[in-house]
């Protein structure tokens, strides 16, 4: 016969702690199949699976007593009845079961035995760190009242991250998919976790190998997750102490007026000549409207795009001998500009590029770069526009920032993580 429950339940009792934990315990008394001679009879394992038994998961409910944040927990004890005599089968059972408001940390809903259908166990929280700022609360620019900008231990602040932790079995170590992944791709390439793309970085992993039965093997693996919601890519300011062939020209400063251009800005990150990926609304190309007058004549000459949303924008502008502009191409892409064509207008530069044999100096080669000087003709380090020429303005727009993508990416997901946390 299958085993049965007799009566109700026989004993129950109950305990809390110091942060408010309760903790039931439930006795039965059961009563199995105790078996004929040289036949085996009905053991613990049965009787914990005695149909009419609490469910794991069941909340507390007997009787007039009701705890509906207690719930049956998977621990048990399963003992013969009193009255047994060691030797002889057993046919009563005593069976306590456990109710308890403390949380699992592993599902239980079915029971699950194989630990490779274990749930990935998680945890997070968040990591501080220093860093330097460029910037204060109000978004203006840290730096001294020479215009110079700090750098070091005086400029950084306490900031933080947040980290994942995941821990789940697999059959498959995938050693060289994750060595791949964390060397090569560490960041993703789509949303995960309610994080941006490029937010979510594998910083770190660790597994062990384990045994299931007498000989079967499997690993659990243990995956470090840090997210910057930033991205982990970085503006860096640009500055340096070498600047694109020319001079500071004080007499041109302010002169020509009416010189026109028409701009297309990207509608995503492109590859620009410069070398390095280009924020969203950064130039890509630039055709002449009008050449305006009063430009220093015969020359390249470094303009200012001027655009309602636009920073940090420049041309180069080569003018005829009467101070008219007859041609323009990009200088600094900026940032910020409409995604469609549209009219800018232009304002001179007073650093003026000086010709090379005859050619204006070219920005990707590094013989035409010479030491900084500054008005006075001192050595000296200053804030560039992108395109290798200094800032006479100091107005806090006009900073330009090289754009660093130091990770690569990819799907993170083949790691066999979960999609949602």
């Known amino acids: 016969m299958a085993t049965q429950i007799i009566g109700g339940p026989r004993l129950w009792s109950s305990t809390r702690d110091s942060q408010g934990y309760r903790d039931y315990k439930l006795r039965w008394l059961i009563e199995g ?133 995941i821990s789940h079995n697999v059959a498959d170590l995938q050693l060289a998919l994750v060595s791949d992944i964390i060397k090569n791709t560490p960041l993703n390439d789509a949303p995960l976790w309610g994080a941006p793309a490029r937010c979510v970085k594998l910083s770190n992993w660790s597994w062990e190998r384990k045994v299931n039965g007498t000989c079967g093997f499997y690993y659990t693996r243990n995956f470090e997750f840090d997210v910057d919601l930033n991205t982990w890519d ?75 949303g636009g920073k940090s924008g420049t041309i180069n502008a080569t003018t005829n001998a009467t101070g008219v502009v007859t041609s323009v191409t990009v200088g600094s892409p900026g940032q910020g500009y409409a995604s469609a064509s549209g009219l800018a207008t232009s304002s001179t530069s007073t650093w003026i590029l000086d010709k090379i044999n005859g050619a204006p100096p070219n920005k990707l080669n590094p013989q035409h770069f010479q030491r900084y000087k500054d008005r006075k003709g001192e050595n000296a380090r200053t804030l560039l526009d992108g395109g290798g020429c200094p800032i006479a303005s100091t107005d806090p727009n006009d900073q330009s920032f090289i754009f660093v993508q130091a990770y690569g990416e990819g799907n993170l997901l083949l790691l066999g993580i979960p999609t949602t946390l």
């Open 33 to 165: 199949d105790p078996g004929g001679a040289g036949t085996p009879g009905d053991g613990p394992n049965t009787v914990r699976n005695t149909v009419g038994l609490p469910n794991v998961g069941a909340m507390w409910n007997f009787g007039n007593d009701l705890d509906s944040w207690a719930f049956c927990h998977p621990d048990d004890d399963v003992q013969p009845a009193p009255g047994n005599k060691d030797g002889h089968k057993v046919k009563y059972w005593i069976y306590d079961q456990l109710f308890s408001s403390r949380p699992l940390t592993t599902c239980q809903d079915p029971p699950i035995d194989d630990p490779l259908l274990q749930p990935a166990i998680i945890t997070g929280g968040f990591s501080p760190y220093t860093r330097e700022f460029t910037r204060d609360y109000f978004g203006r620019p840290i730096k001294s009242s020479s215009h110079e900008v700090p750098r070091g231990q005086q400029i950084e602040f306490d900031d933080g991250r947040h980290y994942v932790k």
């Open 234 to 308: 970085r503006r860096i300011l640009d500055e340096g102490s070498k600047v694109l062939h020319g001079h500071w020209d004080i007499t041109t400063a302010g002169l020509g007026t009416g010189c026109t251009v028409n701009i297309t800005a990207s509608t995503e990150s492109v590859l620009l000549p410069s070398g390095y990926l280009s924020y969203i609304g950064a130039i890509t190309s630039v055709t002449l409207g009008n050449g305006g007058s009063g430009y220093p004549d015969s020359t390249t000459t470094q303009l200012k795009v001027v655009q309602s």
